[in-house]
């Protein structure tokens, strides 16, 4: 590495630091088994997420002498049960509370009781801004929709409640800036997260570590039933649809379209990062595992993770279809995951809004106030042969007709489909 060679790695643990946990490289061939088990480690201990390990070249070819120090780790954190009953003590004696569920609920295995929760307080319950998992069913009487992603619009939507239980979710993950009050006037906050950085980065409230399922566990012996409050109205759900179809057609044509022949055990990634408003409303999730979005907001992500919990499913011996709802932008950016979903013949449908722009974009624009960026404008792409060119079943369409009967045969088609299906631009709601 003296003589800087080709395609040398200059500074191999700093590349990669800012987007992982840990990132080393081992200073003797005989610190690689160990460095291993640390990684192993870090990975699984909670927040779980990607270590980085840059083993030199010539390390593995040294003979490894015996390593007997393989170990285990724990992945979860029991919560303090003298502040975990602090909390119950807060939460029984609210007149009107509110829950928002994050992704760690669900990836913790809690769904089930967090809805046993919601129902022993009879709350309403709110999605986390810009989850990436659903944890509680969208399609449950006590669901009130998803909070919003502004401090304003979240402060707006809690307006009412006198104390609200953050589970499993950032306090709270905002994107863009729109100023307004943290909580409402006389509402106050509990969270309860796995991750000591989300504890330590909210902006308001009291916070207890501890894992997110069994917190709920505990709590749900701790808090008093909440009969005597007035169940909070069902979010509404207006779907309203034209009489005559429209062309091309709407975002909530198509996902009224898909909501008639989705089957019950489907997976669904998204990344139309106009429309996810749209697609709770008409697509909502009931299922716990059933839904991933992206974490990070970076562009391309959802064409490639559906790839990605196709093989888990596979791996796992779980049979159902995986699909994939991407904006004509975002399938741009990793195109080349169709390759990998045709070759193992993954049961994908990728379902392509082709818009001709991008949407969140120039909404984005205009929320900044910069309407008329160049270069959000998409005309002239051919995304069915493109994918076809990768190997997959692709096809465009342009009425809900044409949408269900290519969905339908699409789950029986052995392979990965793509359905491009044309539609008018959608203003993000922001």
Not at 194 to 205: D, L, S, T
Request: proline share 10%; net charge negative.
């Amino acid at each position: 590495m003296i003589g800087d060679p080709y395609l040398g790695n200059r500074e191999a643990i700093t590349l990669p630091r800012p987007w992982v946990k840990w990132s080393y490289e081992p200073a003797r061939a005989e610190d690689v088994p160990e460095a291993f088990m640390r990684a192993y480690a870090e990975a699984l201990q909670p927040p779980t997420g990607p270590v980085y390990l840059s083993i030199p070249m010539d390390d593995w070819k040294r003979p490894l002498s015996d390593f007997t120090r393989v170990r285990t780790v724990s992945d979860r954190v029991a919560p303090d049960t003298g502040r975990l009953r602090t909390f119950a003590d807060r939460i029984s004696a609210s007149r009107r509370p509110a829950l928002v569920f994050g992704p760690e609920v669900d990836r913790a295995g809690g769904w089930d009781v967090a809805v046993a929760l919601a129902e022993k307080l009879r709350a309403a319950v709110y999605g986390a801004p810009l989850l990436d998992r659903a944890s509680f069913p969208e399609d449950h009487p006590l669901f009130g929709g998803p909070l919003g992603m502004s401090v304003k619009t979240i402060g707006d939507r809690l307006t009412g409640h006198d104390l609200v239980i953050v589970i499993g979710a950032e306090v709270f993950r905002y994107y863009p800036y729109v100023p307004g009050p943290y909580l409402p006037e006389g509402t106050e906050l509990l969270q309860i997260t796995g991750n000591p950085g989300v504890a330590a980065a909210a902006r308001v409230g009291d916070s207890l570590l501890g894992d997110p399922r069994t917190a709920i566990e505990l709590l749900l012996d701790m808090v008093a039933e909440g009969s005597a409050r007035t169940a909070p109205e069902p979010m509404p759900r207006p779907r309203e649809l034209p009489q005559a179809p429209n062309t091309p057609l709407t975002p909530p044509e198509v996902y009224a379209a898909l909501s008639r022949v989705r089957p019950a055990d489907a997976v669904i990634v998204n990344e139309s990062t106009s429309t996810m408003a749209q697609q709770i409303e008409w697509l909502p999730t009931i299922r716990t595992g059933s839904f991933f979005a992206t974490a990070s907001g970076g562009i391309g992500w959802g064409t490639p993770a559906a790839v990605g919990v196709a093989l888990g499913d596979r791996d796992r011996g779980i049979a159902r279809p995986v699909v994939g709802l991407i904006g004509d932008g975002s399938f741009q950016y990793s195109v080349q995951a169709l390759y990998t979903a045709a070759q193992q013949n993954l049961p994908i449908v990728y379902v392509v809004m082709r818009n001709q722009e991008y949407s969140i974009l120039k909404s984005f624009a205009v929320l900044e106030e910069t309407p008329g960026v160049p270069g959000l404008d998409l005309p002239g792409l051919d995304i069915a042969s493109v994918a076809r060119g990768f190997g997959c079943r692709a096809v465009d369409v342009e009425t809900t007709e044409e949408l269900e009967r290519e969905f339908r045969t699409a789950l029986t088609a052995g392979t990965t489909t793509v359905i491009v299906v044309a539609t008018q631009p959608q203003k993000a709601m922001l």
